[in-house]
């Protein structure tokens, strides 16, 4: 019979990489903390609807990559309804905003999520079908600062500040702004002009694209035509008067925080909620991420709650690619040594089972991580299994039940000593230390 395996695009994550992604999860979530983020679930799939308002028909997310059904009504009160995996999760948490009624506090709210995203892409290094996202967002009603520069600094160098403790390094800011929903049409619309002439010169996708979605171009990584996109207007041109001061204090911040970024006129992102302020931290090459480089982005979606019939709510926010920040650090840390438990509990006869379990449930309630063999091991398979697993081998003979002092066999050192079953603890907690 064939054997079953994961679906294309997804994986499973097995221990020990899974220490790693916890160690990033317990860091992202103490950073979110002492900036006053608290955790949001939404779930894993909402209407279609949503991610069509929100996300933008026109974006590939919507056009092309989602997992969408038809649910079946199940009983005459219920309507059928077309339902989709989520393939990001800021939509989700304006609706749960908007549900909610999250601005009657008034206050500004900061959410952060940790959780899968679906997306049917061409699977790669770096770039899967289920994928997870670290991600936050900071939304309010106006009078709640929401709108202020201040909060875009500030996701910002928290961001900084997140990517150094986890160990980071070289990464790299790009910034710009895409300006008010009264800017983007305007230069939509210069863009549209500027490509009418030049269009039929470039590849069959930016064709499309300057007709259905021109900002789309400016993404377009084709080499071909690279030299048209350089060329074509900037956004910085056409930003009102707002919005460019928007922009200059958001750098001002950042500079005042020391949060070292570049202005890229190109970045406009992949989605269609952004309003001026949108980012992407990158990685240099040889980080373990091929060619799939943004370790995170976002931005500022002012416009997002309105969209899907909710009150003004300006906000910005990031989603950070989990499974790319896992691999980058992978690729950049020094190999970590295998992590060993502290003791190995050897019964030496079938016999000694019972007592070997015991003697294992006693030091773990002490805090030791132990592993537990099995009385029909041969002396040899046990010293082997030991010596993969623990510092330490704790030998359960008959002797040793009966007169309550155990042999400990220290790998490391080459040594072996009787030690009372009350010394026990304190003797392999030492293991410890390499
Ligand atoms: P996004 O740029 O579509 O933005 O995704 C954010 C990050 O998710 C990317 O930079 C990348 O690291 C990771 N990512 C995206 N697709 C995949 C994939 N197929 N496999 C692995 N990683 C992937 C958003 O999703 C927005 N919701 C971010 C945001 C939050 N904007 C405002 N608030």
């Known amino acids: 019979m064939a054997t079953l395996k994961a679906v294309r695009g997804t994986r499973d994550l ?17 950073v979110f ?52 995996l989520r393939p990001e999760n800021t939509a989700g948490v304006v609706r749960a905003y908007i549900e909610h009624k999250m601005d009657e506090s008034g206050l500004l709210q900061k959410l952060f999520y940790i959780g899968p995203q679906f997306r049917r892409e061409r699977p790669q290094r ?28 500030e996701v910002l160098e928290m961001l900084g500040t997140l990517l150094d403790e986890l160990g980071v390094k070289g990464w790299r800011l790009a910034l710009n702004s895409v300006g008010s929903a009264t800017d983007r049409p305007r230069y939509v619309e210069a863009l549209r002009k500027a490509l009418e002439p ?20 400016l993404d377009s990584k084709d080499p071909n035509d690279q030299d048209i996109i350089n060329a074509l207007p900037k956004i910085a041109d056409y930003l009102d008067d707002e919005s460019r001061a928007h922009f200059e204090q958001v750098k001002a911040a950042l500079d ?60 910005i926010g990031f989603a950070i690619g989990e499974d790319r920040l896992i691999l980058t650090l992978q690729a950049q840390m020094e190999k970590a040594p295998v992590k060993k438990l502290d003791a190995f509990v050897a019964p030496m006869g079938v016999t000694q089972n019972a ?15 132990v592993e537990v ?62």
């Open 355 to 369: 007592a070997a379990l015991l003697l294992a449930k006693e030091l773990r309630e002490a805090g030791l991580t």
């Open 126 to 153: 770096g770039r899967y079908r289920q994928f997870w996202q670290i991600g936050a967002e900071v939304i309010g009603p106006a009078w709640s600062g929401s709108e202020s520069p201040i909060r875009d600094a």
């Open 373 to 434: 063999g099995d009385g029909t091991f041969r002396l040899r398979k046990s010293f082997e299994t030991a010596d993969r697993l623990a510092h330490r081998m704790v030998i359960v003979g008959e002797d040793e039940v009966s007169s309550g002092v155990f042999t400990v066999k220290y790998f490391e050192a080459g040594e072996q000593t009787k030690v009372p079953r009350a010394e026990l603890v304190s003797v392999l907690k030492g293991s410890n230390e390499s």
């Open 14 to 30: 097995l221990p020990p990489e899974t220490d790693l992604w916890n160690r990033v999860e317990a860091t992202a979530r103490a």
């Open 198 to 217: 030049v269009k039929a010169q470039m590849c069959e996708d930016n064709q499309r694209r300057a007709e259905t979605n021109p900002l789309r171009v």
């Open 256 to 315: 005042a925080c020391n949060v070292p970024y570049v202005v890229d006129p190109r970045l406009v992102r992949g989605l269609d909620y952004y309003t001026r302020t949108t980012f992407e931290f990158t990685v240099p090459d040889g980080s373990g991420l091929g060619t799939q480089n943004a370790l995170l982005g976002g931005g500022r979606y002012d416009g997002l709650s309105e969209m899907l019939g909710g009150p003004k709510a300006p906000g």
């Open 33 to 84: 903390a002492r900036y006053g983020f608290g955790e949001i679930r939404t779930p894993l799939f909402e209407t279609t609807e949503l991610f069509a308002r929100g996300v933008g028909e026109e974006t590939d997310i919507v056009s092309k990559e989602m997992y969408t059904w038809d649910d079946r009504a199940r009983a005459a009160s219920e309507k059928p309804q077309s339902l989709t």
